[in-house]
Each structure stands twice: as C-alpha cells, then as structure tokens.
C-alpha cells in the first residue's frame, strides 16, 4: 500500500524519483502520491459497502486544493471547521451539499455564509451555538440541518493534545444534556435536527479499537432514545480518529475493516446513514517531507544532523512527541552502519527536531532525506516562524508531478508588514 519505495537508487513517490523533484523545486518540499489517496479512500469506502454511508474527508488534515480535488473526484464530501476550509472545499470543486461544519466556534458571519451555502449540516456543540444558529438561519429565511455533538467521555487511549472525547474536553454536549438539546433544536426556529455526532481523538490505533466500540455503543443507546421520543434522525456521524502506522514496518495499522464491522454491528440495524470525518487515515501516509541535510554537527557525545527543514515545516514532533521515521532518499546509504543521532533543523529553539536519539545511517552534509507519514498535519500547521517561507507541496501521479504549491519567497512575507507613519524612513524621532 505504501507509495513511497526504493527503484534505480532512490526514494521514490510512485513512479517518480524524489531526488529529481528535489533538483527542480529545491528543498524543503512536502510531496503526497495520489495513489496513496485513492487508495486508502477506497478502502475505507470499500469497507463500509452495503451501509448507506458518506465520507467527509476532514479538511484541516491537508487541505491543499489538489488534495481535496482528488478527493472529490472519488466522490468525497468533506468535514470544515472553518469558513476558510469552506471556501477551499468549495473551490476545489466539492458541493455545498456535500460539507458539513464542525468546531466549538464558529462566529455568526461563519455560519451566515455556511447557511447561504446550503451545506450539509452543521454539528452543533453547544447549547450558545445552537441559539445562534437559529437566528442566523431564521433571519435568512433558511433552515439549517444540525447534528448534535455528543461527548462520550471515553478515553480514546492517544495523545492528550489529541484526546477530544473526554468530559475535561473542550468538545461536544454532555450525553445526559442530549435530548434536552434535541428538544430545544426542534422547537427553535430555522433548524432541522437530524444527527448525532462525535469525534473522541485522533491517532487511535489500540489493538481492538475498543474507544470506538465503547462510543458506537453509546451512541446506538442514544439514537434509540432519540428516535423514541419523536426526533426525525436521519443521520450518525461517527467523527475520525481512525490512527496510521508511523513506524512503518514495524507496526501493524488499525484496519478500516475492522472499524467498519464495529460500526456495523454496534449501529448498522438502525436504518441511519452513516458519516465519516476520516482526516489523517486518508492523508497521513500519503505524503513525506523531503529535506536536505546542511551540516553533520559532532555534540559532546551527541551527533546533530542539521537539515533545512524545522519544526515551523512539520511541528509534530516537538507539539506531540510524535514518531517519524527518517529515510535517506539514496538507497546505498542504506546500508552504512546506523549511528544514533537527533536531527534537528536551523530555528532557535530547543523544540526544534524532527527525530531524537534515533538510529540512522551516517548522513552527511548534502544528503537528502525523507521524513515519512507527513501527509496529515504537516503543511496545514507550518508556519514561517524565523522568517521561513512555507515549503513547496507536490502532488505525484505516477510518471507525474506537479508543484500543488509554490514555495514562498521571503521578500513577500516581508512585504506584508506595514511600517506606521512615525517610523517611515525620513521621520524624525
Ligand atoms: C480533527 C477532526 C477530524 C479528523 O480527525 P483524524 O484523526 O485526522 O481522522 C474529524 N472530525 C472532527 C470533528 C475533527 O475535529
């Protein structure tokens, strides 16, 4: 499945050599194999044949256009928590009637816009949100469709940054407060209630995904309930969440399969549409980010490699202690005897690396590597912290390739600062 192997010497992204890439566009660059995109969104869609089911691929994931393009050519609707991610979606070709709008903020002009639209739905998060949405939509003379957020309050066993289903999160409805809220939606004007949804993390990856089992059987408990006391449901959006493999190899991913057959079993006798918000699985190891190493640097028993990406390019590591391996793009460096090393790249802070303590062959200066299962949250976080322009993203397509993104020059992040009167050149202090 994965698109990313060793012909003729080197790395490459399908049929394409990363090393060539890199001689055209420079390094650092972001670089996604569509066939990794098809593929994995086949699976999961394959998985869930013979349920009436939608994936919304979660936009923030990777939300270059050429990726959301390709999505929506496979019939992809999409998740946005955002009026920008809608937009995006929007110009890249997905219909309206195909997104639906998440997050626990989202300000009146936002759904103002959303509503006008005529998006999917919305998944509501609060009781606020809910009243301001009302009068939005009413005021527009429009109905909203809604699902309710539930949070579960299982623990979804990842990250803390990327837990979401827990009562301390930020996230979702208390279960209790459900039907309450499903009541005060149907009796509010400008809103349709036809959904349940949750979402409990990112990156879950345990063994028997028994996170999702614990929160489909809830959710199944209160769709029932739901649809007992008169709610015209319609739909059950299972959220993401579903974790990749970052040691590549050496670890088995959760199978789409298997996520599938829980929900079939836990939600699959209740006649509802089922919607996916599917992000990292989809992205996550469909892209790499390609770097070239500046300097090899011999610490007091420590070896730095400096390479020209940092974590203003892919900030994971530092934000969630994430795993990335770190492939050399020549494939006979392979073979040189591995030498424990942190590489790091050029901004000034600690927190700057892409891979600690980890044993790899002895890079030296010039050499390119990969660092893998960068599709998901990597270019959509960076930033240009220390005044470094936000890296290429190239899309590959067996034999071919394009740049998806250019790189941004210095001169026109610079030339987005304004200098006030009082310090125009030429005025006196
Ligand atoms: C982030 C997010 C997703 C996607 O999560 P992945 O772990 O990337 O699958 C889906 N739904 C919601 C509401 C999210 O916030």
New binding site residues.
């Given amino acids: 499945m994965l698109q990313f192997s060793y012909s003729a010497g080197t790395l490459h992204a399908e049929a394409v050599s990363l090393a060539a890439i890199a001689a055209e566009v420079g390094t650092p660059f972001y670089c996604y194999s569509s066939a990794a995109l098809e593929g994995q969104y086949k699976a999961l869609d394959k998985a869930f044949a013979g349920l009436d089911h939608l994936i919304c691929y ?1 936009v ?2 990777n939300s270059n256009q050429a990726v959301l393009a390709t999505m929506a050519r496979l019939g992809a609707g999409m ?1 946005v ?1 955002s009026v920008g991610e809608l937009k995006r979606a929007l110009s890249a070709g997905v219909p309206a009637g195909k997104v639906i709008f ?1 997050g626990v903020g989202k300000t009146r002009d936002e759904m103002a816009f959303a509503v006008a639209q005529g998006i999917l739905g919305f ?1 509501v998060e609060s009781e606020p949100e809910l009243e301001a949405l009302s009068s939005v939509a009413a005021e527009l003379g429009r109905t909203a469709r809604i699902a309710l957020r539930v949070n579960p309050d299982v623990d979804a066993r990842t990250h803390a940054k990327i837990s ?1 289903g827990k009562a301390e999160n930020k996230f979702g409805i208390p279960f209790s407060q459900a039907p309450r809220l499903m009541d005060r939606a149907r009796a509010l004007p400008g809103l349709s209630a036809v959904g349940i949804h949750m ?1 409990i993390g ?2 879950i990856t345990d063994a028997r995904l028994q996170p999702f089992r614990d929160a489909f059987g809830l959710m199944r408990d209160l769709a029932i309930e739901l649809k007992g006391a008169g709610h015209a449901l319609e739909h059950l959006d299972l ?4 974790g990749v493999s970052y040691k590549l190899g050496n670890e088995a991913p959760p199978q789409p399969a298997d996520y599938a057959t829980i929900a079939r079993e836990t939600l699959g006798d209740l006649g509802l549409k089922i919607v996916l ?5 989809l992205v996550g190891n469909a892209g790499v980010l390609v770097t070239a190493v500046i300097f090899v640097k011999e610490g007091e028993g420590r070896r730095f490699t400096v390479v020209d990406a940092a974590m203003n390019d892919l900030i994971r590591p530092t934000l969630y202690e994430a795993h990335h391996e770190v492939w050399p793009v020549a494939d006979a460096r392979r073979a040189d005897a591995p030498v424990v090393q942190d590489v790091v790249g050029p901004v000034c802070e600690t927190g700057d690396y892409l891979a600690l303590d980890r044993s790899l062959p002895p890079f030296g200066a010039g050499d390119l590597v990969a660092v893998m299962t960068a599709g ?1 949250y990597g270019a959509v976080m960076a930033s240009t912290y220390n005044t470094r322009p936000l890296v290429p993203e190239v899309l590959v397509r067996g034999t071919d390739w394009a740049v998806v993104r250019p790189r941004l020059d210095v001169e026109s992040i610079i030339a987005l600062d304004r200098l006030p009167d009082w310090l125009a050149p030429g005025q006196a202090r």
Avoid: F, I, Y
Avoid at 239 to 242: A, S, V
Avoid at 277 to 281: A, Q, V, W
């Fill in positions: 979660a923030k994931a998740d928590v998440a998944n979401t979402h990112s990156q959220g993401g969440g579903l918000e599917p992000g990292r699985l998901a």
